[in-house]
């Protein structure tokens, strides 16, 4: 004979069973729930409205000095230190385009999109195209096993003091700056650059003016 203990627990699960939703709206609101999930990574790693990675936040230790860059502009000048301890001064490369990208081994987008910027310069070299990566703030070591990890071949110079990079303004890495043969700056971009894009700015870069 039921107890009143078992009917109050009857009671209970019958109530449980009722308010559960049926199996198959579960597998909806699961999927939905982890479709939220994906789409907030995405969001982080990628721009709204693109497909291209977002920028890391970069703290700098100079501060900076001059006017900020701008368009139309003569890009300012700098001189680092490269790999082999040699110095690089941006006006050596006057008569070249240059595109000067800032990037940290510790930073997701530069590592990600590293390979493409690789891939881009070999295309593009013989054309006259130099790449100047300015590293933030890393010890050489980090650059230099960084770089040997991965075989890039590009220029790449050390701003130990973030004082090139406070020149340029810089609050996010990657950041690229793209400078005619007469030093000039012609664009910039905060974030990381598919591979067509990068494509579309050197080439627009190496086009004789007014083409």
């Given at each position: 004979?039921?107890?009143?203990?078992?009917?109050?627990?009857?009671?209970?699960?019958?109530?449980?069973?009722?308010?559960?939703?049926?199996?198959?709206?579960?597998?909806?609101?699961?999927?939905?729930?982890?479709?939220v999930v994906i789409a907030a990574v995405a969001w982080y790693?990628?721009?709204?409205?693109?497909?291209?990675?977002?920028?890391?936040?970069?703290?700098?230790?100079?501060?900076?000095?001059?006017p900020p860059p701008k368009v139309g502009e003569p890009a300012?000048?700098?001189?680092?230190?490269?790999?082999?301890?040699?110095?690089?001064?941006?006006?050596?490369?006057?008569?070249?385009?240059?595109?000067?990208?800032?990037?940290?081994?510790?930073?997701?987008?530069?590592?990600?999109?590293?390979?493409?910027?690789?891939?881009?310069?070999?295309?593009?070299?013989?054309?006259?195209?130099?790449?100047?990566?300015?590293?933030?703030?890393?010890?050489?070591?980090?650059?230099?096993?960084?770089?040997?990890?991965?075989?890039?071949?590009?220029?790449?110079?050390?701003?130990?003091?973030?004082?090139?990079?406070?020149?340029?303004?810089?609050?996010?890495?990657?950041?690229?700056?793209?400078?005619?043969?007469?030093?000039?700056?012609?664009?910039?971009?905060?974030?990381?650059?598919?591979?067509?894009?990068?494509?579309?700015?050197?080439?627009?870069?190496?086009?004789?003016?007014?083409?």
């Amino acid at each position: 004979m039921a107890t009143e203990h078992d009917e109050r627990t009857a009671a209970t699960e019958e109530h449980r069973e009722s308010a559960r939703l049926p199996r198959g709206i579960q597998h909806v609101v699961l999927t939905l729930v982890i479709g939220v999930v994906i789409a907030a990574v995405a969001w982080y790693f990628v721009q709204p409205g693109g497909e291209e990675p977002a920028s890391q936040a970069v703290s700098l230790t100079a501060e900076a000095s001059g006017p900020p860059p701008k368009v139309g502009e003569p890009a300012p000048d700098f001189r680092l230190t490269d790999m082999s301890g040699n110095l690089v001064q941006l006006s050596d490369f006057r008569g070249q385009p240059v595109w000067i990208t800032f990037w940290a081994s510790w930073c997701p987008p530069c590592r990600a999109e590293n390979p493409d910027i690789e891939a881009t310069y070999q295309k593009y070299r013989e054309a006259g195209l130099v790449v100047i990566a300015v590293d933030i703030g890393e010890e050489t070591s980090a650059a230099r096993g960084y770089l040997e990890r991965t075989g890039l071949s590009f220029l790449v110079g050390l701003d130990q003091t973030t004082e090139v990079s406070a020149t340029y303004r810089i609050v996010g890495i990657p950041t690229h700056y793209f400078v005619d043969g007469d030093g000039v700056l012609q664009e910039f971009r905060i974030g990381a650059l598919s591979r067509k894009a990068m494509d579309e700015k050197v080439e627009k870069l190496l086009a004789p003016e007014g083409q």
